[in-house]
């Protein structure tokens, strides 16, 4: 399943106004902070995203949300996978964009 470019566009509005670059990862296309991943519109349906891994749990209480999971792996904290039918107001899509953004401003910049 290729990305959803309608999501894709979505995130581009909400991160108007912000440095990020672009980069396809995860079979999905990335938005990219000081070179590290905020959110991605996922190729398996929804958003990634990556978060405080001393948040996940927490976050993984919020309707629509799962650990991501990359093929066998086990899942990794501080990446998410929002269902897209948690995300399809522009409200609650800006939430998990600005939470990807927060986390990755906080890492070091590639």
């Not at 396809?24 to 891994?53: E, I």
């Not at 086990?74 to 927060?102: F, N, Y």
Request: a neutral charge; proline letters at 5%.
């Amino acid at each position: 399943m290729a990305y959803d470019e309608d999501l894709a566009n979505r995130v581009r509005e909400q991160l108007a106004g912000t440095r990020v670059s672009e980069k396809k990862m995860f079979g999905g296309l990335a938005f990219l902070v000081g070179g590290n991943m905020a959110v991605a519109a996922s190729g398996q349906g929804g958003l990634l995203v990556r978060v405080d891994p001393a948040e996940s749990d927490r976050l993984l209480d919020e309707p629509g949300t799962a650990p991501m999971q990359m093929g066998r792996r086990a899942p990794m904290a501080g990446w998410l996978q929002v269902a897209a039918d948690a995300i399809t107001s522009d409200k609650a899509l800006a939430v998990w964009v600005q939470r990807g953004v927060t986390f990755a401003k906080t890492l070091p910049a590639k």
